[in-house]
């Protein structure tokens, strides 16, 4: 089993600043890609910023300059960065990783049970 365990939501105003981080734990071969999704009411979830295991990473128009993903390869961790924070990212925000499962070889998505970011005007 694997599981993706997200922390680091919560309310800010708006122009501040918080750190989202997503720990991946289970029976872990390889991790592929990471990322984070969000998903505001009454829209489709959409993909924020990403990065794979070569440190490449690519970021949604509306985050660029103000989000920054990063991850550490031997927690099995990604981050997410969010800096001058607007009332329009208020959202669930995801983690999703693509993994390799030692046991079965067998490589899938996996997602995060989500945490929610609120930001006040």
């Known amino acids: 089993q694997v599981q993706l365990v997200e922390s680091g939501g919560g309310l800010v105003q708006a122009g501040g600043s918080l750190r989202l981080s997503c720990a991946a734990s289970?029976?872990?071969?390889?991790?592929?890609?990471m990322a984070w999704f969000r998903q505001a009411p009454g829209k489709q979830r959409e993909l924020v910023a990403a990065?794979?295991?070569?440190?490449?990473?690519n970021y949604a128009d509306s985050v660029k300059g103000r989000f920054t993903i990063s991850r550490d390869n031997a927690k099995n961790t990604v981050y997410l960065q969010m800096n001058s924070l607007k009332p329009e990212d208020t959202a669930v925000y995801y983690c999703?990783?693509?993994?390799?499962?030692?046991?079965?070889?067998?490589?899938?998505?996996?997602w995060g049970q989500g945490t929610q970011v609120t930001v006040s005007s």
């Open positions: 990065t794979t295991s070569g440190s490449s990473t």
């Open positions: 289970g029976s872990i071969f390889s991790i592929e890609s």
């Open positions: 999703n990783a693509g993994i390799q499962d030692v046991r079965s070889g067998f490589y899938r998505g996996y």
